[in-house]
């Protein structure tokens, strides 16, 4: 099993408890965490709570630390789900990303001058271009036909936000 180098966790008390769904839970968490970090030029490290089955911030000030662990445990609590439905999720999830969207998509054209001086709203829409970008789907839970779909379809959320870009220059 590699992991990332940013997870700390008890090794001995993983091997001791539900070993296969304890690992599965690092890996996943572990390719997610390095690609936000490669993403945002973050870093990232979380602890692993085997016992309560979660990922916590080993430093509470990490930049964008906690919206990563917000959208990894939604990821993980759905996939985790004995219903998993894959096209469910994937719905859910983009449905939420293209809230986000429309927010500052409006918030962009409705009031441009506004936007530029807002430090908060060009510090969300930052986050959202550098995390969701370029063919971004979450890793390590989605067969590949999903993947292909979520990536597909986020990017096209994606793009309709970059549309009005241009009234930022």
Request: aromatic share 14%; charged share 25%.
């Amino acid at each position: 099993m590699s992991l990332s180098k940013n997870i700390i966790y008890d090794s001995d008390g993983v091997k001791k408890s539900n070993f296969n769904f304890h690992t599965k839970q690092l890996e996943i968490v572990s390719v997610n965490l390095d690609d936000f970090n490669s993403r945002l030029g973050s870093d990232i490290k979380l602890n692993y709570n085997h016992i309560w089955n979660v990922f916590l911030l080993e430093s509470s000030n990490q930049q964008y630390g906690s919206v990563f662990v917000r959208h990894i445990s939604h990821c993980l609590a759905f996939h985790n789900d004995k219903n998993w439905e894959e096209p469910f999720f994937i719905q859910r999830d983009l449905y939420h990303i293209k809230n986000t969207m429309i927010n500052l998509f409006y918030h962009i054209k409705d009031d441009v001058e506004y936007f530029k001086q807002n430090d908060e709203l060009n510090s969300e829409l930052n986050l959202f271009l550098k995390r969701f970008d370029n063919n971004y789907y979450p890793l390590g839970i989605l067969s590949d036909k999903g993947q292909e779909y979520y990536s597909q379809e986020c990017q096209k959320i994606v793009d309709k936000l970059k549309s009005v870009l241009h009234l930022l220059d």
